[in-house]
């Protein structure tokens, strides 16, 4: 065992005492002072005990109790009572001792203010040893060594002689101590009889342990919460020192290199003829497919009508697709982007009844909903349809017929819930109950949202119908059902096919492989209902077909109604396809046959059995030539900071609200893209998204580009200047284009986050470029310097001309912005593998200005309380204290009282008593309510309330602190 | 300081009996009375008798009782005391990260009243950091996550969420 210590080092005494004491040989290593023994800390901890090499003990007080352990000294070791003191010397004694003795023999000047403070603490030790003599006993222990061990230097101050004249307690004790053979060799070996000066420069090399802070004094959590409050107001240092760092630090890094051949490749593609440059294609509609061209036909999940979509649907799926198909369009291939509102089923019906209105008028007023909110977001559709139309009908039926001509439609009779109160057979959303899988109590009858997993209603526990609430009954009624697994073979083969060749994530993978093993099992295709496309076969006329069958039938609903033509684009013709048109690894066989049209769908997670496992069987088994899903991109579920998104607690942003925040769609964009759940649920966090806004956006991409054309503008009239390229400019190139070459690799793989940092990257690289030239100081130099200062901001205007075009497809409406900026033909709209020189020496740019808002805090404090939702913490009733709780039960429930005083601090009990009851009368309000068949607006209004008394109840006991916080920035929302 | 949140963490996770334990009025340090009658106070005091006093022992090594007793040592003086006046709370972080980088568990193979003090100390500091600061410090963040999982350890606490895919890097 090593002891490693400074010379003079007063903690050193206890350690070796207790050493002598539990007879252990320690090899004590001299170290210099303020050595860093221990690899993981940050200051010198001296002296430091590695019991074995690599495990090191740095607590004086440790290293005590351990040697005594080790030298079984189990007597020295009283158990809690010992412990409570070595806890009382290093979070009590320290932090008065020490600073006191850093200032007696580190400055030679003792603070008499430190004296002072020593008071309580001796006549606590005074109290204690009057009654044993010693501290935890009647004999020397573990405490009374570690204790003397930090009093010896202090016995050495007069002043504090003084202090302790009159305990004669603490005096005796002392003497006592003293006259133990372990503790003078021990002493006599650090300060090798010279005195207190001895300790002075291990004293200034340690670090001096800190006080309880008095802010920190209310242990509870609640009363800690407190504190909350200043905390957030005032960034504390910690963390705004380190978030900065990233985007100030880098410009001082050096470039990297590249070898010269690709350096000169950079230039030669640079230097290209202007005339032979790719230039975009024009969009004509209808869109469709042409020969020898890669052809894409990109779905993104139909957005169901009864609910605004939250920023989460968002990029699950318009938003990725929008991205991407842009991206296509960049990059010259043919694509139609297709998406529309899916209007049929269960959902709609029970929402219009809701709403006392028909399911007509709900498709419609949502999907006009819907196509607001996506034009804001500047979701670039070729059509926006619905699946409400009469092609629905016929291609539906149509695909219906083919699959019961070649025998894969199944009759059978099962058991349906039907209730009574209602009479109709529930179908679906109509119930509600228990998850036969997980045991999750609110799942849905065709699917349980706490496990994902698809149920039939039949099997669901406690089932309950969600309009009248009251327990269905099984009973007899004949269905049609598609046969799956007479359909796996094929649905087998196209899978192994399209795994190989196209873009399928891991979790489409995933999803659709255990569906697989788990064994296709026969799926019900008809419903009870009304509102969906009819069953033409005769005996099933009274039902619909099940939404899950003929929603994605609207992907091609949805192409007949936007072109006639629309059999181009799904029934899919075979072609032999020169392979270097291909980016992808085509699905090649023998002969070189490919299919015309790769399908591409885009949605979230939960919809993957329905478009790689369901649709793709019954277009197969139609065997009509239909084209078949080739990539499918899933994404993960998105969170709103720590919680969900939830139309019913309002917490999260709606697409009909992002709006009114302020913040433009380009900003949600960029930063919804940059949280994409590509791998695993994410969270959008407002702080987060400030941060991205004020260091990427503002000061990286944004800085470097206005840099670059204030800089012009001002000095060059705007007009680029002749480019010479010199050697690092030839470097800026070559790496630019490997940034290019991977912005490209991972579009094409649907990672379109990893795409969002290579275009950072450029422009980070075009910030060190400026700073490693500083053209503002070249441009006052002699005519040579201020031809450089030309040519390196007119390549850094090409950059950010380069830079225009890739953001494209995040940020449209800032591309425009820059490109106008930049004066720029619309000819540079196309994704190249290189970059080019698209603005020529002579080409005049427009007027610069700058492209992003700096995010204020308090924008972002309001934003956060705008969207907290209802449970939020300050205490909402106590404007109804005293009213009995059901008499406030009308409509949403006004989330804060916004007159109760926010800062109450400690919680007494009498409020906990208050809460609980309150909990315990609205609890029996909401049973009664449920029990008199109430509404269910109002029924959802009271449990609402309920849940926020208990959460308000949890955070009165002091179990629930975080819970604190929005609460201040609550009231100040209510005022605006 | 100890918040009773986390005695009562330490007494269920170590199938110990939660009881008799009173807080100061002046800094809410817990007190309790040990078996002799007498009382004893400070925060790891009660959470070293509370876990003593439980049916599931430690079975730590002399060493591995002193490397716990040193991390509680360390929540009292570095971990509680850091922010405001004296220790930056990157350096607490930026410690703990270095020396969780190749473990699980702060001592041995499972969790120990180490894991359970830190956690609960360092919860209202975690609770503040941005997704980009938990990134920094990844092996806190790991070990943090990982321990939050368990609901005994956790008790009311917040579950704070953690990005597992790396972000800013």
Partial sequence: MKLYTDSGNFQTIKVLAAAKFAGINVDKTDVSHGAHVVPYLKESRLPVLEVFPGKFLFSANTVVSYLLAKGSQQALLAGDEVQQWLEWESTQFAPVAVPYLVSVFGHGKAEKDLLNSFTPLLSHL?????SHGFLADKEVSAADIAVFGAMYPLLQDKPFQGAIEKLTAIKTWISAMQSLPAIQSAVEDVTQNKGGAVFKESLLSQPVPVGPSPATGGAKDAAASKNVKSQSAKPSSSTSATPKSSTSENPEVPMERVPAEEAEAAVKSWSADSKTLPT???????????????????????????????????????????????????????????????????????????????????????????????????????????TTTKQQTEIAQDIFWKLYEKGFILKDSIEQLHCAGCDKFLADRFVEGTCPLCGFDDARGDQCDSCGRLINAIDLRNPRCKLCQKTPSPRVTQHLFVDLPKLEPQLKAHLDKVYASGIWTSNARTITNSWIRDGLKPRCISRDLKWGTPVPLEGYTDKVFYVWFDAPIGYISITANYTDKWKEWWKNPKQARDPKNCLTVCMVDDTHQDYLVEMYNFLGKDNVPFHSVIFPSCLLGADDNYTVVGHMVATEYLNYEDTKFSKSRGSGVFGDQAKDTGIPADIYRFYLLYVRPESQDTSFSWDDLLLKNNSELLNNLGNFINRALMFLSNNFDGVIQPIELEDED???????????????????????????RNILSISRLGNQFMQANKPWVLVKGSPAEKKRAGSVVSLSANVSCLLSVLLQPYMPQTSATIQTQLNAPSTVNVISDVIYCRLPPGHTIGKPSPLFQKIETSTIAELKTKFAGKPAPPKADDKNKGKPAAAVANGPVSPAGGDVSAGSGKINEAEVARLTEEVTKQGNAVRELKTAKAEKAVVDAEVAKLLDLKKQLALAQGLDPAAAAPSSGKKKGKKK | MAGEVELVAVAEYFQAPYGGVTFSKKDQTPSVKTKNGKMVTGQTTVAKHLSQAGKVSSGLTLEDQAAVEQWLEYRCTQVDRCGHNGIPVSQVLQELNLYLTDKVYFVTHHPTLADIFLYHGLHKIISKLTFQEKEKYVHVSRWFDNIQQDTTLRQSLQLLPFSRSSLYS
């Fill in chain 1, 126 to 130: 005074e109290k204690k040893l009057k």
């Fill in chain 1, 280 to 386: 975009p294609v024009q969009r004509k509609h209808p869109i469709l497919p042409v020969k020898d061209k890669r052809n894409i036909l990109i779905t993104s999940a139909l957005p169901y009508v009864n609910n605004v979509p939250h920023l989460g649907n968002i990029i699950g799926c318009v938003l990725s697709a929008d991205v991407f198909s842009r991206y296509c369009r960049l990059r010259k291939y043919n694509l139609l982007y297709i998406c529309g509102t899916d209007e049929y089923g269960t959902a709609t019906e029970t929402k219009a009844l809701e709403e006392g209105v028909t399911p007509k008028q709900i498709c419609d007023k949502y999907n006009k909903l819907h196509t607001e909110i996506y034009e804001w977001f500047n979701i670039d559709f070729d059509y926006f349809g619905r």
């Fill in chain 1, 730 to 756: 030839k470097q800026l190139l070559a790496l630019i284009n490997r940034e290019l070459t991977l912005y490209i690799t991972n579009m094409e793989n649907g990672s379109l986050r990893d795409s969002i």
